[in-house]
């Protein structure tokens, strides 16, 4: 096991520095940062409260049930997450690696897995599940808020790889698994 950890560990390490220096310019070093914010709280808490309200307008209260979905998946990956970061205590890359454009963020927390990684992919599920015709593309925008995540040096790439399976798994298992009591 040891092993195969350090040869995860050292890959992780490198495809961190691939995005976060190698791939560093001025165009991403100004889109980052505002794409890292759409897996923050207020951003996801906002849509889920949003979902909640517009879904209690008009004649058809589906939308309600929608609200609860995303609201379900989001609050149970977030704890899911903040017991496994207590468990892992896995430091954030710019305490334990050298030379993290960090872009003046300073985050002292633990890093695995990433909470705005699994925020984003969370939502992106449970909207691709409610709404199918829209393809792939909340995926894509919670993939970039997973790129934003590494490319900002707060959490390695398995950080974001882990989230975004927790949070889509939450959004499958909310849908699909946990009877909801619509109100």
């Keep these: 096991m040891g ?3 350090r040869y995860i560990q050292r890959g992780d ?10 791939a560093k310019c001025r165009a991403l070093d100004l889109i980052m940062p505002a794409v890292t914010h759409l897996g923050g709280a207020v951003v996801s808490i906002g849509l889920a409260a949003a979902a909640l309200m517009l879904g209690r307008t008009g004649e058809l209260n589906y939308g309600w049930n929608y609200g609860w979905n995303i609201s379900i998946s989001l609050a149970f990956s977030h704890l899911l997450i903040h017991c496994i ?3 892992v205590n896995r430091p954030r890359p710019n ?3 050298s030379k993290v454009n960090t872009f003046d963020i300073s985050l002292y927390d633990y890093s695995f897995p990433s909470g705005h990684t699994t925020a984003a992919f969370s939502i992106a599920a449970s909207i ?7 393809g792939i593309y909340p995926f894509v925008l919670a ?10 040096g707060v959490h390695y790439p ?3 790889l882990i ?13 699909y698994f946990l009877p909801i009591i619509y109100l």
């Design 3 to 5: 092993k195969a950890f």
């Design 13 to 22: 390490i490198a495809v961190f520095y691939m995005i976060n220096d190698r």
């Design 85 to 87: 970061k207590k468990i």
């Design 95 to 97: 305490i334990s690696l």
């Design 128 to 134: 691709s599940l409610i709404f199918p015709q829209l």
């Design 143 to 152: 993939g970039l808020v997973g790129m934003s995540r590494i490319y900002l």
């Design 158 to 160: 398995t950080d974001v």
């Design 163 to 175: 989230g975004a399976l927790i949070g889509t798994a939450s959004a499958f298992y909310t849908n």
